[in-house]
């Protein structure tokens, strides 16, 4: 086996400059698939929320929920570095509650670190989480959870505020930063001030590392797709070739044949 990711390893990439990949993940087929690819780490996003349980936004993902899906991925999982969001109200409340939650998390799945949302604002807790030995991974730009607030899912420009926001993170004892919907220049100028490793989604190619998510990459989700998103292979068509194969073959009496049949 190769040897496992960890928080160290990523910090030695980014002073290597190797880039950091990170893919999400949901299920135990897909994590051994991401795994045996060899991505470095493997994000439980809550994303979970929107492109598995067809929710509009990711608000409604429950604790629960994140470590069901963050069990199955671990089970999946030998080599990458697995980090699972907290969810929305799930650390926001109090610090004792973050703590209790990513606590839970950690103990529940076997994960190796936690993400969260926002930078300033949530420096203390980050920092408290951190100082109990749970690795945590920041997250600021497009903050998903906070969509209401925000306005939309909308391309964040305001380059002090998220400086400020970075720093804050990386000064709380944050081992990585996820930036997203972030103008290149800006996200290289945060990663090139920040020790700690960025991984960027749609913030360009200056970050130290990118992350997508699963289902848009592979063409598994079609409600919308962000224009920063590559689309790198179409299992949503290939999906449907196989299933209408299928449904001709049963009506047809082709399915199973001998060969697929106990004698
Ligand atoms: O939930 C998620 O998938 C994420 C990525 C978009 C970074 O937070």
Known sequence: MAQKVNITTLAEMKRAG????????????????????????????????????GYKDTLPVTVDEMIYHGRAVIRGTDRALVIIDLPFMSYQISIEDAKLQAGRIMKET??????????????????????????VCGHIGL???????????????EKERLMQDAIAVAEAGAFALVIECVPSEIATEISQALDIPTIGIGAGNGCDGQVLVLHDMLSLFDRFR??????????????????????????????PGDEHSFK
């Open 18 to 53: 190797e880039k950091i990949t990170m893919v999400t993940g949901y299920d135990y087929p897909f994590a051994r698939l991401l795994d045996e690819s060899g991505i470095d780490t493997i994000l439980v996003g809550d994303s979970v929320g929107v492109v598995v349980a």
């Open 110 to 135: 076997g994960a190796g670190a936690v993400k969260l949302e926002g930078g300033v604002t949530m420096k203390e807790t980050i920092r408290a989480l951190v100082d109990i030995g749970i690795p």
């Open 143 to 157: 903050t998903p959870q906070a969509v209401n607030q925000l306005g939309g899912f909308k391309v964040q420009r």
């Open 226 to 255: 962000p224009s920063f998103v590559k689309q790198y292979a179409n299992l949503g068509e290939e999906t449907k070739k196989a299933m209408l194969e299928y449904s001709r073959e049963v009506k047809a009496g082709i399915f």
